[in-house]
Every structure is written in C-alpha cells, then in structure tokens.
C-alpha cells in the first residue's frame, strides 16, 4: 500500500479494486472520480419492499465489465431517496444505501446511490465523499491500494 509521508494518508489511482462484503461483492473495479460528490453503484431491476418498518431495495448487479451475464443479486436498507445530477446534466430520483466498503486495508462504511451503469466502463464510481479524509488520488496511476481478483471468474 502506498502512504505519503507528510499526511499518511493512502494514496489511490483513477481506477482501483474495491469489495462491498454486505452486498457479496468481493472484488469489482470502481473509477475514482473527485469530480462526484456521491458515489454511486452500478443497478438494475431495482425493487423497494419493506421489513418491518424499514424501507429496503433488492436490486441486480453486473459486477464485470463488458458482462451482462454474470449478476449478482443484492439487498440493502435504504438510507435516503434523493435527486442526482448526472456528468450528462440529467437529473433523477436515486435510491440511496449504505454498506461497507474495502478498499486497501481500510473498511469503513460508505454511502451509495444506486443506478444504471450499463453504458459505463466501470459498475462503480467512487465520489470525493467517500474519500475525503482517507486517501490522496493520483490520476497518473492505477491499482495503487492492491489488486483483486475479478469476482465470480
């Protein structure tokens, strides 16, 4: 794992290998964008039913790039409902969900909206939230926190 010396904070690339081990996703690639405040998941067929009183969505997800064959079916409780504006300038209603994330040898819990990625290299975009404070980004790199294995191979 690379640290800097002056912060000691970790330092990531543009692109890394991360885990959600609440979801069942134990490897997927995400783009670290400090441009998104939010972070957001890859979803499709995307449910809400209830436990209790608890709002939750179960929702499929395709967890390897250029495969739409492989999913994987996840549940969460929902945490808000909100509008998002999109790279595009597209604004939509999200679910939003929170798990924790693995990311190097750091877990801690980050929070998710969930929507298509289908047309997107990566099924998840990790967003200046979820890292500020932790880590440093250095677009000239990659996989700077480790590599994974790719799920379900």
Same mark, same amino acid.
């Given at each position: 794992?690379?640290?800097?010396?002056?912060?000691?904070?970790?330092?990531?690339?543009?692109?890394?290998?991360?885990?959600?081990?609440?979801?069942?996703?134990?490897?997927?690639?995400?783009?670290?964008?400090?441009?998104?405040?939010?972070?957001?998941?890859?979803?499709?067929?995307? *449910?809400?039913?209830?436990?209790?009183?608890? $709002?939750?969505?179960?929702? +499929?997800? /395709?967890?390897?790039?250029?495969?739409?064959? =492989?999913?994987?079916?996840? *549940?969460?409780?929902?945490?808000?409902?909100? $509008?998002?504006?999109?790279? +595009?300038? /597209?604004?939509?209603?999200?679910?939003?969900? =929170?798990?924790?994330?693995?990311?190097?040898?750091?877990?801690?819990?980050?929070?998710?909206?969930?929507?298509?990625?289908?047309?997107?290299?990566?099924?998840?975009?990790?967003?200046?939230?979820?890292?500020?404070?932790?880590?440093?980004?250095?677009?000239?790199?990659?996989?700077?926190?480790?590599?994974?294995?790719?799920?379900?191979?």
């Amino acid at each position: 794992m690379t640290k800097t010396t002056e912060t000691d904070m970790a330092v990531l690339g543009w692109r890394e290998w991360i885990a959600l081990p609440q979801l069942g996703i134990s490897a997927l690639k995400c783009k670290v964008d400090t441009g998104a405040r939010s972070s957001a998941l890859h979803a499709f067929a995307v *449910e809400e039913f209830y436990k209790g009183d608890q $709002r939750w969505v179960r929702f +499929g997800l /395709h967890p390897l790039q250029h495969n739409e064959v =492989t999913e994987v079916w996840c *549940e969460a409780p929902v945490t808000d409902v909100r $509008r998002v504006t999109d790279s +595009g300038g /597209h604004t939509t209603e999200r679910y939003f969900i =929170t798990t924790d994330m693995l990311l190097g040898d750091q877990r801690f819990p980050i929070t998710l909206s969930l929507t298509s990625r289908d047309n997107m290299l990566f099924r998840m975009l990790l967003g200046r939230e979820a890292m500020k404070g932790r880590f440093l980004v250095n677009p000239g790199m990659s996989y700077q926190q480790g590599k994974l294995s790719e799920p379900l191979s």
